[in-house]
């Protein structure tokens, strides 16, 4: 199981939204390079990386920051936030990112995601964003009547192999995850999930660890790791005991 402390990118700064919400925003660090040099030093192989501005845009903001991290550490990068165009992938891919996450244009253009796995295989990664139930888009600011499940169930059929699911109602919250959640998204995705929302203990990532390769492929770690709850470095030897 991949562990991916997470980055989110607002105003240059390192962050993190309660909920998704713009107006509740935490810094963490002044510089997300520095940031990310942290987290590889405790061990990280990835790194999960958000442009919220972006997401909050449309279009991708932070290539600069984006390209620094990856020159800076040996990190495989996540990226997702504002990806809505071929253009917006190629120019991630010549970066060095490891993956690209589409969330919105899954809902508002299904054929991209294909045109996009079509171009970039394996390099793409699902990005559902779910509110009791429902897919929310444009960095979680719209909600859509399109169910979660309905959605996820259409990925494998465009070809796309990796998802990072995000309950919304728990990130940023150290709430604790559903495992019976993530258990159903895998079994109608028909591949393993990236967790993302609410993991607040190591127990939290023992419990997705038991689940299985086959439901959980990693997951992601935010406000837990930025406000002591473990390290990166505990995170990993806790999956290594396990």
């Not at 940031?35 to 590889?40: G, M, R, S, Y």
């Amino acid at each position: 199981m991949q562990i991916l402390p997470a980055i989110d990118i607002l105003g240059g700064k390192a962050v993190r939204l309660a909920r998704g919400d713009y107006e509740k925003v935490t810094i963490y660090h002044e510089n997300p390079v520095e940031q990310a040099l942290i987290f590889e030093a405790q061990g990280a192989a990835w790194l999960h990386v958000v442009d919220l501005d972006g997401a909050r845009t449309g279009k991708p903001v932070n290539h600069d920051l984006i390209s620094e991290i990856i020159r800076s550490t040996a990190l495989k990068v996540e990226v997702g936030g504002g990806i809505r165009t071929l253009d917006s992938i190629e120019k991630l891919a010549k970066l060095g990112v490891s993956r690209v996450v589409i969330g919105t244009r899954l809902i508002t253009d299904p054929g991209f995601a294909q045109s996009a796995v079509g171009s970039f295989g394996d390099l793409i990664c699902a990005g559902v964003d779910a509110r009791e139930g429902y897919v929310s888009i444009k960095g979680w600011r719209e909600d859509t009547t399109r169910k979660a499940n309905e959605l996820v169930a259409d990925l494998s059929l465009w070809g796309i192999r990796h998802l990072v699911y995000t309950d919304i109602s728990r990130d940023g919250m150290q709430t604790g995850i559903d495992t019976a959640a993530y258990e159903g998204i895998a079994e109608t995705a028909g591949f393993a999930v990236i967790a993302s929302g609410g993991i607040s203990s190591l127990e939290d990532l023992r419990r997705l660890h038991d689940l299985g390769d086959s439901v959980i492929e990693g997951a992601i770690i935010g406000r837990a790791i930025y406000e002591g709850a473990f390290t990166v470095s505990e995170a990993l030897n806790a999956l290594i005991l396990q």
